[in-house]
């Protein structure tokens, strides 16, 4: 079972992006799905998570009011909705579920995401 995300890119300062990450292979389940992000000489950090069966969400500060963390069951996918986007967004994102909070048990690959000023 793979995580794969996709939907990054380059957006300038207040533009928004859509991250999508699928859950490839046999079927995969985990208890909360999530987003983490790496920017350049920083430690990885928390985003975002959803649970699934109950749907809530759990938002970082930085974060908090601009991004949107949704699933759709029927597919196993998870997006995360960036509206509002800063510079210091700029990072790797990457997907990840799991059976606790913040979920980290399984990895995707990352995409970037870039925003310019």
């Known amino acids: 079972v793979q995580l794969v995300e996709s939907g990054g890119g380059l957006v300038q300062t207040g533009g928004s992006l859509r991250l999508s990450c699928t859950a490839s292979?046999?079927?995969?389940?985990?208890?909360?799905r999530g987003w983490f992000r790496q920017a350049p000489g920083k430690e990885r950090e928390f985003v975002a998570a959803?649970?699934?069966?109950?749907?809530?969400?759990y938002y970082s500060d930085p974060v908090k009011g601009r991004f949107t963390i949704s699933r759709d069951r029927t597919t196993n996918t998870v997006y995360l909705q960036m509206n509002n986007l800063k510079p210091e967004d700029t990072a790797v994102y990457y997907c990840?579920?799991?059976?606790?909070?913040?979920?980290?048990?399984?990895w995707g690959q990352g995409t970037q995401v870039t925003v310019s000023s």
């Open positions: 959803i649970r699934q069966n109950s749907g809530n969400t």
């Open positions: 990840t579920g799991g059976s606790t909070y913040p979920p980290r048990d399984k």
């Open positions: 292979g046999r079927t995969y389940s985990s208890h909360i």
